[in-house]
């Protein structure tokens, strides 16, 4: 039988760290290579076009669109402000019943349609910033895009998140790692702060979380109605579901991130005892999540030097694929056993057909309530071993 390898999350506690911060459009990189960069660094810099406002002056005015370009003020490549007299009729001998016209938006003047009287404003561009998200050096530049910034420190991959990018303090708010994080556990002193708790957190504290001011909540599990009632307030959109795409981007108050799964789910005990040893320390949380092609998984990263040494491998530093065998500890990381773990107990060569009619590599498991199922090798990730 042949090697097997299939992806698994990382919870190292001294890693090379190295994070691509690009821009979504050409722009201009502001940092050189080896640069010693913090997390609030503007790395890159860019402009996304503003929209195009057609302003129909001929409609507007009740003239000829003929009649516009006698009566127009500006001409193509004007700047012009919210409320500037844009066109003005003559009216009667040159100074009676003059009628003015003034522009809706702000912009500049891109064109001016004769067949139709219409005008074309470009509103301003807006500029979009690249942080560095994590303190470290500048390992590559990529001209007009981006860079890639390089640490060591520890890191810990969760199976999934909502929130963006947030950078604060860690704080181990449970006493283990089976210890929920309730609304009692939060208190004042946690705003601005990463708070770390065991098996669960409850949908009251989520909300006092909001409240207090924290900026991040870690933990083995959330019960997935409480997390989807809690979006659905907070964003004031009645019956949110997170569904299948990108998470990341919902503008809540802070950043989630679970390492085990849906549910009431004990934190693995090394994950935890990792936190406790990092208690005080800055750290960079990123709730993104992406579960089908091109994985991307949320996170927490602790720099701890800012410029990586050359790393003999710990115990805690595993390479990005584990070998899968008979008896790997294993999760599943796809619907219908997501968050589910269980061992390998099977292992065929031959390529079987799954639900979309594809033909995969496969490998039978024991899952711990019992069931054994067969499951793609991709909708699986290996468990390290606490």
């Not at 005015?61 to 007299?85: F, P, Y």
């Not at 659905?232 to 919902?250: H, K, R």
């Not at 990123?286 to 990263?301: F, K, L, M, S, Y």
């Amino acid at each position: 039988m042949g090697t097997a390898y299939t992806p698994g999350l990382r919870v190292s506690p001294r890693t090379t760290i190295e994070k691509l911060r690009r821009l979504p459009l050409k722009g201009t990189v502001l940092v050189k290579e080896g640069e010693v960069v913090t997390p609030h660094t503007v790395v890159a810099r860019t402009e996304l076009p503003g929209l195009m406002q057609t302003i129909k002056v001929a409609e507007r005015m009740g003239i000829e669109a003929s009649e516009v370009a006698g009566v127009l003020k500006i001409k193509i490549g004007d700047t012009i402000k919210r409320d500037d007299v844009i066109a003005e009729t003559k009216g009667l001998f040159g100074k009676f019943f003059r009628s003015e016209f003034k522009s809706p938006v702000g912009g500049t003047v891109e064109l001016i349609t004769a067949s139709n009287g219409h005008v074309g404003v470009r509103e301003a561009p807006t500029p979009v910033e690249k942080d560095a998200y994590i303190r470290g050096t500048i390992a590559k530049v990529i001209p007009g895009e981006g860079v890639i910034v390089r640490c060591e420190g520890a890191l810990v991959q969760g199976i999934f998140g909502v929130g963006g990018e947030r950078l604060g303090e860690v704080v181990v708010v449970t006493d283990g790692p089976d210890k929920p994080i309730t609304d009692a556990t939060l208190t004042a002193a946690h705003a601005g702060k990463i708070v770390v708790g065991g098996s669960n957190v409850s949908g009251a504290a989520l909300r006092k979380a909001a409240q207090l001011g924290v900026i991040g909540i870690v933990c083995g599990g959330v019960v997935d109605r409480e997390l989807m009632d809690y979006l659905a307030e907070a964003l004031n959109q009645p019956g949110y579901d997170i569904g299948v795409a990108i998470t990341g981007q919902e503008p809540i108050a802070f950043t989630l991130m679970v390492t085990e799964g849906f549910g009431t789910i004990d934190m693995a005990v090394r994950t935890f005892e990792l936190f406790r040893s990092l208690q005080g320390k800055i750290a960079s949380i990123n709730g993104a999540t992406q579960i089908r092609a091109g994985v991307i998984r949320p996170e927490v990263v602790v720099p701890l030097s800012d410029t990586p040494t050359t790393l003999a491998k710990d115990d805690g530093d595993e390479d990005e694929s584990g070998q899968l065998g008979i008896g790997t500890p294993i999760r599943v990381i796809r619907e219908p056993y997501f968050g589910i773990l269980g061992s390998v107990t099977g292992l065929p060569e031959k390529l079987q057909k799954v639900e979309s009619e594809t033909m995969v590599r496969v490998l039978e498991a024991k899952l711990e309530d019992g069931r054994t199922v067969t499951v793609p090798r991709a909708n699986v990730e290996i468990l390290e071993e606490s």
